[in-house]
């Protein structure tokens, strides 16, 4: 499974962005999803993560209530809706497929990772 992550760019604060990351050379049907993101100078940390069916969610305490992650199987794609962005949310975002149900917050659970899409949030 190739992954592509789109949807970053320059907004200000309070802004909202949303990301996408689509499949090829595969499906996302039996894959958990997740969106991880890498500040400039930090290591990469976990966001967000959502299991094959979305009926199963997770999200760093960070960004809960403000980013919602979705999917939609039939277009073999994850989204990753940021509202009230802030300028701690700057990083790049990458998504990736752990080929299992349950949801995970570890890095090195995931098989599969996109190239990284850079969000930029102006004060």
């Known amino acids: 499974v190739q992954l592509q992550a789109s949807g970053g760019g320059l907004v200000q604060a309070g802004g909202s962005l949303r990301l996408s990351c689509a499949a090829s050379?595969?499906?996302?049907?039996?894959?958990?999803g997740g969106w991880f993101r890498q500040a400039p100078g930090k290591e990469r940390e976990f966001v967000a993560a959502?299991?094959?069916?979305?009926?199963?969610?997770s999200y760093a305490d960070s960004v809960r209530v403000r980013f919602t992650i979705s999917r939609d199987n039939t277009r073999n794609t994850v989204y990753l809706q940021m509202n009230s962005l802030k300028p701690d949310d700057t990083a790049v975002y990458y998504c990736?497929?752990?080929?299992?149900?349950?949801?995970?917050?570890?890095?090195?659970?995931?098989?599969?990772w996109g190239q990284g899409t850079l969000v930029t949030v102006s004060s």
């Open positions: 990736a497929a752990r080929a299992g149900f349950p949801v995970s917050r570890s890095q090195d659970r995931y098989d599969y």
């Open positions: 050379g595969g499906t996302w049907s039996g894959y958990t």
């Open positions: 959502i299991n094959w069916s979305g009926g199963s969610t």
